[in-house]
């Protein structure tokens, strides 16, 4: 089964900015959609955004869509998440997942495989 590794996660004062990062060793993402989602006690996981395989990316929250990159680097079998002018409502776990079956949206469910998360807080 694949897992896929979050890291780059951690604590940022408002306005800040972080670059999150998705890797695994157990397979070759560069066929493969690759989705960001994020999870707070407050609100359930929803789709940040997500990158085609072809390097195409979509955002699916207007609240963060004009403050987020994602971008892909297929040499390095990873999957990158910028966040800039961070605000505390951004506070979550965040988690990376991947589907290898063409699907192309933001329900959870269509992906097969997703890593631990890794925890922002960003204070205010």
């Known amino acids: 089964q694949v897992q896929l590794v979050e890291s780059g996660g951690g604590l940022v004062q408002a306005g800040g900015s972080l670059r999150l990062s998705c890797t695994t060793s157990g397979r070759t993402l560069s066929r493969d959609t690759v989705g960001w989602f994020r999870q707070s006690p407050v609100q359930e996981r929803e789709s940040v955004g997500r990158?085609?395989?072809?390097?195409?990316?979509?955002y699916s929250l207007d609240s963060v869509k004009s403050r987020l990159t994602i971008t892909r680097d297929n040499n390095k079998n990873t999957v990158y998440l910028k966040m800039e002018n961070l605000k505390p409502e951004d506070t979550a776990i965040y988690y990376c997942?991947?589907?290898?079956?063409?699907?192309?949206?933001?329900?959870?469910?269509?992906?097969?495989?997703w890593g631990q998360g890794t925890q922002v807080t960003v204070s205010s």
């Open positions: 997942a991947g589907t290898s079956r063409g699907y192309w949206g933001d329900r959870p469910g269509g992906y097969e495989y």
């Open positions: 990158i085609h395989w072809n390097g195409a990316g979509t």
